[in-house]
């Protein structure tokens, strides 16, 4: 197959980058895949400019074009699997469920990336593959491309789990092989371009921030949700009000055209109807006025709650692909979000009063 990684080995040239003033992580996180999921993996990571992804909105094919090889094979994935497993000669049947792919997302924040020029880039993500490649053999990278058609650009490494020449994911990448990898990665490499590395000893099988700015944009989705829900509420109050204040309006209507009419009164019976009429008309009319200033207060409210929908729309856009692609974790942050922001229970002290709180 067509190997990049040897050529770029050639002009890799070491250099000292000293740390900058801002504060970025090292990024290192890994996933799992089975044969059933290779050729999906295969299609989004050497993806072309007509490919679409109904899970990742932040891609952008426009710039797909920009996207590049750091090890790059003439064959498919599982072609190239299958090869690799022939020359492994396993001498038991490899299982339909084994892991075959240990895919890893390497790279950084926005901020490191904004401080570095193209080569720097280039240079950056080269020091990540060689130290995957010396680490666990060239031989068993499928691929290492990088994208630099989303937000942030970023290197997805695919490696055939190799131990001992054999195929074993669970030994290879178990909690404390992962942790290991972690504290090595970032020597060879963070400290090497200026990074931080996560808290040691975390019992998280990665440590990225990746997966902190997504847990916050669901947060803030949902606080944007919860936001719309109130916006709601005041629209339905709104029309609530209109339906109250419809009858009144109609009463005083009919009156006035009962008025004008020209009915026939005579003696007492007249004035009595005459001082009822005027005695109800002036209620309905305190009444309509002031429905119609807590309707034009809740008009207020309603044209803010609109404008306020207007505003969060695409943040609500981003609610719905976000509830498309993460259901249970976005219902799970939904959950939190209520709970965080019902109420204190009212408690009794022993003395019998009672004291809103801790």
Not at 171 to 176: E, N, P, S, T
Not at 209 to 232: G, R, S
Not at 238 to 251: D, H, T
Request: glycine share 6%; net charge positive; charged share 30%.
């Amino acid at each position: 197959g067509i190997v990049s990684y040897t050529f770029l080995q050639k002009r890799w040239q070491k250099h000292n980058f000293k740390e900058a003033q801002f504060i970025s992580y090292l990024v290192c996180h890994m996933d799992k895949y089975h044969r059933a999921d290779v050729i999906g993996i295969e299609r989004e990571n050497e993806r072309d400019e007509n490919y679409k992804s109904t899970k990742n909105p932040q891609i952008d094919s426009t710039r797909t074009g920009e996207n590049y090889h750091i090890i790059e094979r003439s064959d498919t994935y599982l072609a190239y699997i299958d090869k690799r497993i022939k020359e492994l000669a396993p001498k038991r049947k490899i299982k339909d469920d084994a892991v075959l792919i240990n895919s890893f997302i390497l790279g950084s924040d926005g901020e490191f990336f904004n401080r570095l020029s193209p080569y720097q880039q280039q240079n950056f993500f080269f020091d990540c593959t060689k130290f995957f490649a010396d680490r666990y053999g060239a031989e068993n990278v499928i691929s290492a491309v990088v994208h630099n058609d989303e937000t942030t650009p970023h290197l997805h490494l695919n490696l055939i789990p190799v131990l001992d020449g054999r195929l074993c994911s669970k030994q290879l990448f178990d909690r404390k092989a992962l942790r290991a990898l972690q504290t090595d990665f970032h020597e060879a490499v963070g400290k090497k371009w200026g990074l931080k590395r996560g808290e040691i000893g975390s019992t998280a099988e990665h440590l990225d921030t990746t997966a902190f700015k997504l847990k916050k944009m669901k947060e803030e989705t949902v606080a944007a949700v919860l936001q719309q829900a109130d916006a709601q509420a005041v629209i339905d109050e709104a029309e609530k009000v209109r339906c109250e204040v419809a009858p009144a309006k109609a009463l005083l209507e009919d009156y006035e055209r009962a008025t004008s009419s020209g009915t026939p009164f005579s003696g007492k019976k007249k004035d009595a109807e005459i001082i009822a009429l005027r005695t109800k008309n002036g209620q309905l009319e305190r009444e309509i006025a002031t429905r119609g200033k807590d309707q034009s207060d809740l008009f207020k409210q309603l044209q803010e709650a609109m404008q306020t929908n207007d505003r969060m729309q695409p943040t609500y856009d981003m609610a719905a692909e976000i509830l498309s692609a993460y259901p249970d974790e976005f219902k799970e942050l939904l959950q939190k979000a209520r709970t965080k922001n019902s109420p204190t229970p009212f408690r009794k002290n022993a003395n019998g009063s009672g004291k809103g709180g801790k």
